[in-house]
Structures are given as C-alpha cells and as structure tokens.
C-alpha cells in the first residue's frame, strides 16, 4: 500500500475492517491505483435522462456489459450503475472490477421543483452482488432534503454493518435554490460539507462556478481572503470544505464536452486538490477506442498531480 493511500485510509479509523478494505480495493484499483485519486465511470444517465438520450449516440451503450468492459479497458477505480444494470454485470465483472450500487435515482418523464429520488435498492442487494460500496444521489435545496438525508442515514446504517463504504451524489437542487446557484462554489462547498456530516467516504459533487449563492457566504469569503478566480482556487475550497481535505471529494465530468475541454477541466480540478472525476457522458458517448484514450489521459492527469498540502488546523 502506498503511504498516500495509507494516509487517506487512516481518515477513516472509525469505520470497521470490511468498509476500510473496500475503500482501499477502489483505491489500489486500475490506471491510478496506489495514487489516492479515483476516476469511476457511472452510467445511471439511461435511468436519469433515458436511453435515447444516453446511448443513442453510441448504441453499444446500450448493453451494460459495454460500460463494464469499457471501465475494465480504461483501468477505472469503480464503477457505478442502478440495480438493473448491476445485476446483469455482477457474475462476471464483481470480482476483478469494484462495483458500486447505486440506491436512488430519479427519471425525466416527470419533474418538478423539489426532486427526490425513488429507493430502488439496498445494502442487501449490493450484498448479493459482490459490490464494493452504495451510492446515493442527495438534493440539498430540494423540500424533500430532510427525506434524503433520513434515508441516507438509514443506508449508511446498513453499509456499515456490512462492510460497504458510502458515495454520496450531493447535487443542491430545489425550489430552495435558483438554477444558477446550484453550482455556484458556495453552494457546491456546502454541498459537500452536508454529504460529509450525512457520514460519506466519498462525495461526488460538480465543478463549481465563481456564482455566489448565497449571500452571507459570498461576504464570509470576501472577508477572508478565499481566492476563487480560477476553477482550481474554487475546487480548493470545496475540498476545504470536505473536513480539510479528509475526505474524498471527486468532481462529476457533466455534460459532452470536447476532448480538449473535458482534459483542461481536469487539470484545474486536480491543480485544486480533488481526488479525481466519476466521468460518464463524456467516455461512454464516445467510441469504444477514443474513451479508452481520453479516460487513461485524465487518469494520467489526476495520477501525476501531487494534492495540495493540508493547512494546520489549529484544533
């Protein structure tokens, strides 16, 4: 093991055997294996946006052993899927590939202003299937949060008790909060810093823009001095945000984008601190060949650069 994986998994002196071990296989795994930097590849866009929408573009997709093999291929940590999805891969991926269930997703063929996501599985189906850890999508903003976040608790409950470390998707999004600020960096900060109370081992939230959301918070880090010009002094406080850095923040890929923009993103989120990407739409929407290329690029950037060092606290 190396020291920087020791030192990420001594974070979690509080968690039993079994959920250090899991978290230590996602992180020994693939191209970054040994770094302390994760690059998963989820595919819940079929039951988030539809199929149309998500695979059209490259049918293979269609298939969920396509996305498995293609995780395989391009040396990712993980890999992270809804039930349906999981089940038709386990017998033969779960053993050489660490999978991750995710417990909670939503549609697009209704939607209104407070989401919350239907429970679709369990720990004991993860259980069944050889899996590595849950994932569970949270909506701070949202009227239906207090739901969420209840239900995480109970998950995270059952997750523990069966060895299985904790994802956490901390997407603010509601009536609570305008369309603009749900990546505004204070509110992706805070975002991350709720699924960290709610007890994740990782959080996955999106690369936050320089928007303000939230007023108070704007002046506290007017006052403080918090650099936040470039994507990389915004990634820097969100991962402050995180326990000072103590735990895994990684940064969603969002929507297509070229090979160019999707690389310099990485470089910026990585030059901050982050711990790496969980990357979807902009590997699998491409062929077979050029995710495998662009994915082992981004692996490279994020396994070559050194994370910040962590302030002193003065507690």
Not at 4 to 11: G, N, Q, T
Not at 17 to 27: C, K
Not at 182 to 191: C, E
Request: proline content about 5%; hydrophobic content about 40%; aromatic content about 6%.
């Amino acid at each position: 093991m190396s020291a920087r994986v020791d030192e990420i998994l001594s974070w979690y002196d509080t968690d039993d055997p079994g959920t250090v071990r899991n978290l230590n296989r996602m992180l020994q795994q693939g191209r970054t294996g040994g770094s302390g930097k994760l690059v998963v590849l989820p595919v819940d866009q079929g039951f988030e946006h539809g199929p149309a929408r998500s695979f059209a573009v490259n049918r293979a997709g269609y298939d969920p052993r396509y996305h498995a093999q293609l995780a395989m291929d391009a040396g990712c940590s993980a890999h992270a899927a809804p039930l349906g999805a999981i089940q038709r891969i386990a017998k033969d991926y779960a053993r050489d590939l660490p999978l991750i269930l995710k417990c909670n997703s939503s549609d697009s063929l209704f939607t209104g202003a407070d989401p919350v996501p239907a429970v679709t599985a369990g720990v004991e189906d993860a259980v069944r299937l050889g899996c590595a850890a849950v994932g569970f999508t949270v909506y701070p903003g949202s009227a239906a949060r207090n739901t969420m976040y209840e239900q995480l608790r109970h998950l995270g409950r059952d997750a523990r008790a069966a060895g299985l470390p904790v994802v956490v998707w901390s997407y603010p999004r509601g009536s609570g909060i305008s369309t603009e600020a749900r990546t505004a960096v204070d509110v992706v900060a805070y975002a991350a810093h709720l699924a960290c109370q709610l007890g994740a081992h990782v959080v996955k939230v999106k690369p936050p823009t320089a928007h303000i959301g939230l007023s108070a918070a704007g002046a506290a880090l007017e006052r403080a001095g918090t650099p936040l010009d470039t994507l990389a002094d915004r990634v820097r406080h969100v991962v402050d945000s995180a326990f000072d850095g103590h735990r895994i923040v990684i940064f969603s890929g969002g929507a297509a984008k070229d090979t160019a923009a999707v690389l310099e993103e990485n470089r910026q989120t990585a030059a901050g601190g982050g711990f790496g990407t969980i990357m979807g739409r902009n590997s699998f929407q491409r062929p077979h060949d050029e995710a495998v290329r662009l994915l082992a690029q981004v692996m490279d950037i994020h396994r070559t650069t050194s994370p910040r060092p962590l302030a002193t606290s003065a507690v």
